[in-house]
C-alpha cells in the first residue's frame, strides 16, 4: 500500500463524485482552484453548525486536530473509549486504509452510536454514503456500532431568543440503509485505491463537476471551454 492509496471520509466522498478529482487532489494538488470567499464561508458555516449539534449531547470530550497526526487522533480516541467517555466529538477511526472522523460518537442504551451533522435542510444521498462509510471503518476498527444517524437543520424552526438546539435540528436514522450498503463500500473503497494506482483518469466534464458539490479542479478540467460557451 503506497501513501498515495490511503483515504479519507472526504475523499471517499470526493472520488464517488470523480475518480479524477480524487487523483487530483492525491497527485496534482497544485491544480487545485484558490477557495473563494463564499467557499470558505460555507465551510466556517457548516463548522459552527457542527458545534451547535454538540450541544444535543452535552459534556462530550473532543478530538484535537490542529497539529496532531492521524495517528495521535486515533490514539487519543481509543484513550477516551477505554476511560469510559459517554460522548466524543470528532472521534477519530481508521480501517482499510480509510481514516474517518466521526461529528458525535455517543454511546446510548444500546451501545455506541455514529452522529453525523450537516448544515442541510435534509437528508441527500451524499449524507447516506457518508454515513456509510464511517460506519464501515468504525465497525471494521472494532467498535460495534448500534445506531447510524444524520442530524441536519429543520427548516421550519423559528428562533425566538436563544437558539434552541433541540428545536433547531433534525435527525434521521440511517441504520439499515447503511447496513446494507457495507458490501458496496468496500467495493468502492477497493476501486478508487485502484484509481490512484494507475495514470490520471479520462473523465469529460459533466454534471459531477458540480453536483453534489463544487470541484475545485473546474479551472483544470474546464480550461479549454471559451469563456462566452454555452456551459
Known sequence: MTRSESLSKSLFIRGLQCRKSLYLHKCRPDLKDVLSEDQQA???????????????????????HEGLSYQKQLALTQEEI???????????????????????????????????????????????????????????????????????????YVRRGRIDVRSLFAGEDLTGIVRERQAAVAEEIAQQKEALRGEEPVIEIGPWCE??????FRGHCWGHIPADSVF
Open 42 to 64: 460555507r465551510f466556517d458555516s457548516g463548522n459552527e453548525v457542527g458545534r451547535l449539534a454538540q450541544d444535543l449531547f452535552p459534556g462530550g470530550r473532543e478530538i484535537p
Open 82 to 156: 477505554r476511560s469510559g467517555a459517554g460522548t466524543i466529538y470528532e472521534a477519530a477511526f481508521s480501517h482499510d486504509s480509510v481514516f474517518v472522523k466521526v461529528d458525535i460518537l455517543h454511546k446510548g442504551e444500546r451501545g455506541w452510536e455514529i452522529h453525523e451533522v450537516k448544515s442541510s435542510t435534509a437528508v441527500k444521498e451524499v449524507h447516506v454514503a457518508d454515513v456509510a462509510v464511517q460506519y464501515h471503518v468504525v465497525t471494521g476498527s472494532g467498535l460495534p456500532v448500534s445506531k447510524a444517524s444524520l442530524i441536519y437543520i429543520n427548516n421550519r
Open 211 to 216: 453536483n453534489p458539490y463544487p470541484c475545485d
